[in-house]
């Protein structure tokens, strides 16, 4: 079992590493930072060009910036990025950020998910299920931006009719702020709620769908009537033999949402001007700087894919008919 | 099983008095698009404390529903209404958290099917003590309940108990999980044990072990048992009592002996008469009942059985007759208005079914007159091999195994002959079948079809053979296209193979009468089939290129008995008019003795015994032969008691990892009596077929007759 862990766990390893190898040299190839730099007005002196192409490496093939690239990384050094500062300075700021935010939105999502799920499933055909039903439609039919941008309104209305800002939603704290820890840390919630319940909301949604399904699939078997006659009551049926064994298909799901979340989770960021990984992504392509483009991309391929290693020892510990 | 009275102290309880359950006038109906279906039409029953109550009747009588409905664990849809007492206490109005009290602990249930029964994500051990946790709460502790599920393990017969306990469901076998299930529900002493169909997963030997578990428990306990089965062989020796079911009602109920030696409802008596009888050599008429059940939704006045009864008169369809005494005892009660005229008859079981249902002998066909070895051989194996890898890993796989699913097997099949092969599930009864519809060159040995040696063939003669040679499948649904009308199913054959239009226009409503459909249902589909119903148009099509060889693969076992009868006399009238030869897999003994000349049982890839069918069974020579015959309840009481069952212990070994020597020699009884020196001979060599009189064979070193019927 460790042993399986283990080997998925160095097959993840090397699938991270081709993936970001791939980012690098596309990222290399379609980007042309020193088009920019000679695009200036007035145009720079030929030998600030040279240098420049020599600080980027641009001199070398591409497999060969890659090692130096990654050697570099290996050693906790992500390189440079366009504008000459070092990626790790920033890296560490805008992981902690990215976290922050989904780490929470996902763990609410996932829990009201699957609460949402099983009731709608035990409660099939009643209006709890299609109103359940109608939610989920109606989220996960909405582009991220425009649910992020309605509920913004809403908040802001919200603190209209209080005629104080209780929800803020630019930034993750108010610029300047000071005060004792407590103080701060109520800023901070503050500036939490209306992005969180955004990555939440779609989530609770996704995962409610499945869940559902696949409650349903369990309401019906042999095992959940077995443990009634022996005495359970229905209730107790439910939740001890019935949800346990229908968590186990969403194992993978909990896991991959996750890393996907990540990505998928640019729009957010860049709505409520948080600036987390997926607001460097686009920062990063937008200035052709392909070291921040590779950090980014390793970053998630990190995450999708310790994801789905996540995913294979939820699933080894969930269903005990998995020998490995 | 010294520790069970232990285990079950039943003296603090008072001594019981009353039945311990009586249901009266049980309606049980639910919503469906076509109207209500009424599952259960007015049922009353009793059972008194200690006493063993069988319940019988076709698919969708209501069996399942009524005994539910005791339990109170039918869906929300369903309305109930009438009265069950279950020790005086109504039960119907209780809600879920007063039943939850009683399920489990004073009445208990085990189901049909073991492999889904038990919950995957916890160990059997926690299972069984969690029914007892969940009614004794505080008075006992988690590690009291966990020694005693290790205790109720041990009784109901699973080696090893103490580690078997903390394996998981998925490594059970299904005996083994039923038997879980049984410990389950006697955790609690109850007072009564409903089970629904509790061995008609299994396979026959296993099914004897559970039903021997089943009654220990219930002598251990001593409660009242309902048992509910389709298979009247199972109740014969187990039920005191007997309750016939149809279409929601009971029609008969009464003493076991009794019914099955008086039947009084034309319906009792179809249905003893349609089953074929292990013990009986010389060749018996089945009787089918024609027709099928009726729909619960719209159920006409009258007698509900008139439309498929022979003594149907007009006074039948006027109202439906009551349950009521038959010879003036209400020991015995029938409904049926003819009852009286059933017991003025000379004749009695079987053979009444017999006059009554107009039931005859298939003739044989001329060809059986020639002698055997003067007909022409259709089909030969000889040392026929089929070897399956056992792997490991996703996406590198290795090998890290060979299940040896078929090891060595030889027999022939000669013109007009129907071989039938018999085995547990898992010995390589449906390997074998599917290597010979594959007409390629064996992985060892040699398989010849019709004079042709499968390793000679090409595309084109490979083709040739197979007009000659055509399969009938076990699930008639599951074999059919659903989306294609009958018609283009029974003709696909004919134009896979080039006939032209007109043939295939003329040869379709030909078939259909001859499997004895009617014409005008070709244009229909086959959802709109009953089972049997299907089970002819696989016929029809399997005969569509006027084969020579059938291969029927359990060809009658998802049918119901009353239907069974009428697809096998059918299958035997078609052998003698087309002078067919049919290889006949079944698990069901008795219907190979009905319908196979010869017979071959199968162990574990190999065959075991082989020979005329009234020889194997008369004077069987192998001791798995003498264990599986022994394990079949026949459908006789007084026979099936005196009857001593020799139990094979254990589950089949696994394919991938056969004993040396013997293969049953795990499992085989005679090896266990037999000396030191002998049994290293089981051990070491491995038995060769030897001759054991005219055409019979058994592959035993210490092969002797015993007889076991
Ligand atoms: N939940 C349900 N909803 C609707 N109809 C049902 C339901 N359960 C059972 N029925 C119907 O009730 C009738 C009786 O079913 P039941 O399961 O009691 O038959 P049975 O005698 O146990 O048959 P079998 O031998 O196949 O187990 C059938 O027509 C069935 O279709
Ligand atoms: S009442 Fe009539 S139709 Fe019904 S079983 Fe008796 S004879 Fe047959
Ligand atoms: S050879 Fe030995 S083990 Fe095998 S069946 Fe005969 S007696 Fe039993
Ligand atoms: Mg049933």
Known sequence: MTGFLLRRLVNYVVLAFVATFLAFSLASITFDPIGVLQQRNPPPPAATIDAKRHDLHLDQPIPQRFFTWMGGVVQGDFGRTIADRPITD??????GVSLRLFLLGITIGILFGVLLGVVSAIRQYKFSDYFATLFSFVVLSTPVFVLGTVLKLGAQNLNNSIGDNVLLFTGETTPGFEGSWIASLLDRVQHLIVPTLTIALGQIAYYSRYQRSSMLDVLGSDFLRTAQAKGLTRRKALFKHGLRTALIPMATLFAFGFGLLVVGGTFTERLFSWFGMGDWLITGISTQDTNVTATVTLFVAVCVLFSGWLADVLYAALDPRIRI | MSSAELLFDSADRPAPTGPVLEVHDLAVSFPSESGRVRAVRGLSYQVAPGEVLGIVGESGSGKSVSSLAVMGLLPPQARITGSIKFQGRELIGLNDGELSKIRGKRVSMVFQDPLSALTPVYTVGDQIAEALLVHRGAKISKQAAAKRAVELLDLVGIPNAVERAKAFPHEFSGGMRQRAVIAMAIANDPDLIIADEPTTALDVTVQAQVLEVLKTAQEVTGAGIVIITHDLG?????????????????????????????????????????IPRLDVGEKQPLVPIVGQPPSLTELPPGCPFAPRCPMEVDACRTAEPELVDVDGSAEHRAACIRTDELAASDTEGAEAAVEIFGAEVVEEAPIAKVPREERKIVLQLSGLVKHYPVTKGVVLKRRVGTVHAVDGISFDIREGETLGVVGESGCGKTTTLMEILNLQKPMGGTLSVLGQDAADLNAKSRKAIRRDLQVVFQDPMAALDPRLPIFDVIAEPMQVHDLDKEHIANRVPELLDLVGLR?????????????????????????????????????????????QAGVINLLEELKAKLGLSYLFVAHDLSVVRHIADRVAVMYLGKIVEIGQVDEVFDAPRHPYTQALLSAIPIPDPVKERQRERILVTGDLPSPANPPSGCRFRTRCFLHATLSEDKQRTCVEVEPPRQEQGEDHEAACHFAQIRQVL
Do not use: C, W
């Open chain 1, 90 to 95: 920033e890296l560490g700021r805008r992981v």
């Open chain 2, 234 to 274: 199972v109740v014969a020796g187990f039920a005191d009592r007997l309750m016939v079911m149809y279409a929601g009602k009971a029609v008969e109920t009464g003493q076991v002996d009794e019914i099955y030696a008086r039947p009084r409802m034309p319906y009792t008596l179809g249905l003893l008469g349609s």
């Open chain 2, 519 to 563: 014409r005008e249902h070709a244009s229909r589909y086959p959802a709109e089939f009953s089972g049997g119903q299907r089970q002819r148009i696989g016929i029809a099509r399997a005969l569509a290129l006027n084969p020579k060889l059938l291969v029927l693969d359990e060809p009658v076992s998802a049918l119901d008995v009353s239907i």
